[in-house]
């Protein structure tokens, strides 16, 4: 049973790709047309199987760098992994400029901050990345402005290793300084970000993102409490504000 006073809660970390904003579609999308540079006719399912895979194996340094080199050599190709990569963000800004936060996260963030706890960040997107977020998605700067409301945040450039390693959580905790980590709750989607959370000995809240469908009965297990969406997030806090979560 997980139990929490949201009154004694120092920090909250949020994922962000599935988690506050909808956009694993949209990743799906800008990698389905990036395969398609090198084979126009191959199937998506296909696709974004070969792409999880080699995510989820080859996790030292940047990721889809390494997926890139990846389609480099399943392809022979005469561009390099970086220039693959630069293909594959000139793609993501046409795509991310229209992400949108999920129902109720704006909200959640800015209440979250009226109870004085602060907020991080904790994705496996680039900073390039964010800058378009941060930049140019009309819809994100103006609902909730993510530099205006995270006290820390950190990308996949700021590690090593990636979810579902925890060192993306432990540098979290050595930057607030924080002793006691049951003043700490992760705000996680996926069964690797859940895994990375419990690695650092972490509290986490699974919220559901249809995207992780593939690993709903582990995520369910792995994690302290699940949720449907931020309504039902924000209703636990908010209810429960003097009392236990549970």
């Known amino acids: 049973m997980f139990q929490k006073k949201i009154k004694d809660l120092d920090l909250i970390i949020f994922d962000f790709d599935g988690t ?3 956009s694993n579609g949209v990743n799906n999308e800008i990698d389905i047309e990036l395969v398609r540079f090198f084979e126009e006719k191959k199937g998506k399912n296909e696709i974004l199987q070969e792409r999880d895979y080699i995510l989820k194996t080859k996790t030292n340094g940047d990721i889809y760098l390494n997926y890139c ?9 005469d561009l390099s992994a970086k220039e693959i990569l630069e293909i594959r963000r000139k793609l993501s ?3 991310l400029k229209n992400v949108k936060y999920k129902p109720s996260a704006d909200i959640m963030i800015k209440w979250l901050k009226e109870q004085k706890i602060k907020l991080a960040l904790a994705t496996v997107s680039s900073r390039a990345s964010l800058k378009i977020y941060f ?3 009309e819809n994100i700067r103006e609902k909730c402005d993510i530099q205006k409301y995270f ?22 905790i050595n930057e607030f300084n924080i002793k006691d980590l049951s003043k700490c709750l992760v705000i996680e989607d996926s069964l690797s970000g859940v895994l990375a959370a419990k690695k650092a ?16 009965e582990e995520i369910n297990k792995t994690a302290d409490y699940n949720v449907k969406d931020f309504e039902e997030l924000f ?8 009392g236990v979560l549970k």
């Open 93 to 95: 800004r046409k795509f």
């Open 69 to 77: 080199q990846y389609l480099k050599e399943k392809y022979n190709s």
């Open 201 to 216: 000995n972490l509290n986490v809240i699974a919220i559901y993102d249809k995207y992780s469908d593939k690993d709903r």
């Open 135 to 137: 930049y140019e998605n």
């Open 20 to 22: 506050l904003v909808d």
């Open 235 to 242: 209703a636990l806090f908010k209810n429960k504000k003097e």
């Open 151 to 172: 006290d820390f945040i950190i990308t996949k450039d700021d590690v090593v290793q990636k979810k579902p390693n925890p060192e993306v959580y432990n540098k979290i």
